[in-house]
């Protein structure tokens, strides 16, 4: 059974500096944070796009670009709904989110990202909401096509 200490024991234990430790030390709580944070960060960007669920026309050519942070990408779902950075807008609410992001940076560009089964004139009524609210930066998002492995 373990002994429990009287008051005048517990004082006598701080004054030789043995006395439990009553506070918790967060400084690991907070590193552990920090890098969480920075890793959720990460890969905000690459789940964005996944979580729609596009499947990109394939493109031997395309070329990737660096993204920035500041970039719009308008996803286009193959049931035709339109995404602005993972989340659903309406056609008016595109072009008005179009003209408020050029207004914040005159350097923004557009990345159409739609599904390999989407209309052509879909792509095309983005396109041109795009050049009305004044953006001359369109690109449209492609995959490399897949390669088979090689056969021995």
Request: overall charge positive.
């Amino acid at each position: 059974m373990p002994r429990t200490l009287k008051a005048s024991d517990r004082r006598d234990a701080r004054r030789r500096g043995i006395a439990p430790m009553a506070e918790i030390n967060i400084i690991p709580l907070v590193d552990v944070m920090l890098v969480l944070l920075i890793i959720v960060m990460a890969t905000a960007a690459f789940v964005r796009d996944s979580e729609l669920g596009l499947k990109l026309p394939q493109a031997k050519t395309g070329s990737s670009t660096q993204s920035n942070t500041r970039d719009l990408t308008v996803g286009i779902t193959r049931a035709g709904a339109l995404y602005v950075d993972g989340q659903l807008i309406s056609e008016d609410a595109l072009a008005a989110a179009m003209r408020a992001r050029l207004a914040s940076n005159p350097n923004v560009r557009v990345a159409i990202k739609g599904d390999s089964d989407v209309p052509y004139q879909r792509v095309i009524k983005v396109m041109d909401l795009a050049r009305a609210a004044g953006l001359s930066s369109v690109s449209l998002g492609t995959r490399q096509p897949e390669t088979p492995a090689p056969s021995r």
